[in-house]
């Protein structure tokens, strides 16, 4: 089962303006998310990650909010550059009981100049 | 601060042959994982290690998948036979103990499988 979903496969956004990545969850005992992003060629690199008790980190022009009653989080870019054109990862790690670290299938994200 | 380092980038097998992958982790960094990464996936962890005990390979196909980190340093992963379906990238990170956030990823090892 797809315990970690990305359910926009890409997404196209004008420059400066905000890009949202979306994610879901359905595993209430993972304690941490991460956001990864991925140039072609390249490994993973991280970006920012909020532990479940939080409901918001920033850092910089990456905002990423957590919402646990509907098992979701998101990552806003603000705002966007051509730079920031890439595959997005969002991450979940459970780190009680039987360790998990899954990643979702990604997003494709176009910052169009 | 050197990245993690893997080789070889790419490689070619025909079905049956055995592969065998290289990781060199950042310096300092006691956890290392593998990963596999199919096309359109997210990576999918195959195997971590803390130093060199494997405290979690509950996703490593045993009958054909190994794995070492015998100095608590550097790694292999080792495919023998390869299948056709193994055909993916093959991704190694590390990261600190006890680090709940970041790991650090390399380039990975694209293999393709005829």
């Known amino acids: 089962d797809q315990q970690v979903k990305q359910n926009s496969p890409s997404l196209s956004v004008q420059e400066g303006r905000i890009s949202i990545l979306n994610c879901d969850y359905t595993?209430?005992?993972?304690?941490?998310f991460l956001w990864y992003k991925k140039y072609p060629a390249e490994g993973p690199t991280f970006l920012i990650s909020?532990?479940?008790?939080?409901d918001k980190n920033e850092d910089g022009r990456f905002t990423v909010f957590l919402n646990k009653s509907a098992k979701h989080l998101s990552l806003h870019i603000v705002p966007s550059q051509p730079g920031d054109s890439a595959v997005y990862f969002c991450a979940a790690l459970a780190t009680s009981g039987t360790y998990k670290y899954i990643f979702g299938t990604g997003t494709r994200l176009k910052v169009l100049a | 601060e050197a990245g993690v380092v893997q080789s070889p980038r790419y490689k070619i097998i025909e079905k049956k042959q055995p592969v065998a992958f290289w990781c060199n982790p950042i310096?300092?960094?006691?956890?290392l994982y593998w990963y596999r990464q199919n096309l359109g996936q997210g990576p999918e962890l195959l195997i971590r290690?803390?130093?060199?005990?494997?405290?979690?390979d509950s996703q490593l196909p045993k009958d054909r998948f190994s794995a070492e980190r015998l100095k608590g340093v550097d790694s292999t992963l080792k495919i023998q036979p390869a299948e056709l379906g193994d055909s993916a990238v093959y991704l190694c990170a590390s990261s600190r103990s006890g680090s709940h956030n970041e790991q650090f990823f390399g380039p990975g090892t694209r293999l393709t499988v005829l």
């Open positions: 290690y803390e130093n060199e005990e494997a405290v979690d």
């Open positions: 595993n209430s005992m993972f304690d941490y």
């Open positions: 310096s300092g960094h006691n956890t």
């Open positions: 909020i532990s479940s008790i939080k």
